[in-house]
């Protein structure tokens, strides 16, 4: 049996000291370089399943770190009930101020989006719908790639939004 070390895609540097938030950093790393080794070689429902988990992350690191909530692990929810909770927190922290809303309202839309067309995709390869198509595969193929890509970009949007809560 192999080392797990030996399935890493991504390398970390030899110098690190792992300390703080060291080790958050060598698990993004390796998500990250998952993520493009997985779309390159099209294992698609691994990528979403990653982009599901840093987006997951991001949104509770922001009501847990930025907000002050205490969430244990029995509350924090599925996917969905991530999503709705941070929606209704970073609404009320921004309330006021008219163009944070709409950006927030925005991003929210884009993740439920998502969150629908990944769950047909992770749910999707073996049930089949009545259909003209012969080809059910490919279209669930089809499915799988263009929301393992649109999910990189929302897990970048959500970082870049949960970063920039840092600083107001």
Known sequence: MSSSVSHRKSTAPVDLVVNGNGAKYLSYREAWARIKRARQESFF????????SIISDRLLS????RCGLVLKNTTK??????????FAVAMDRH?????????????????QVWR?????????????KASHSADHIANFLIAAETHAHSGEKLA?????????????
Request: charged share 30%; hydrophobic share 45%; aromatic share 6%.
């Open 45 to 52: 429902l691994e990528a979403v399943t990653i982009e599901e």
């Open 62 to 65: 922001f009501l847990e770190k």
């Open 77 to 86: 929810g599925n996917f969905n009930q991530i999503i709705q909770r941070w």
């Open 95 to 111: 309330a006021g101020r008219p163009a944070e809303l709409e950006a927030l309202t925005v991003l929210n839309e884009r993740l």
């Open 116 to 128: 629908s067309g990944r769950n047909e995709v992770v749910h999707g390869m073996v049930k089949s």
């Open 156 to 168: 970048r949007a959500v970082e870049a939004w949960v970063r920039r809560q840092g600083k107001l």
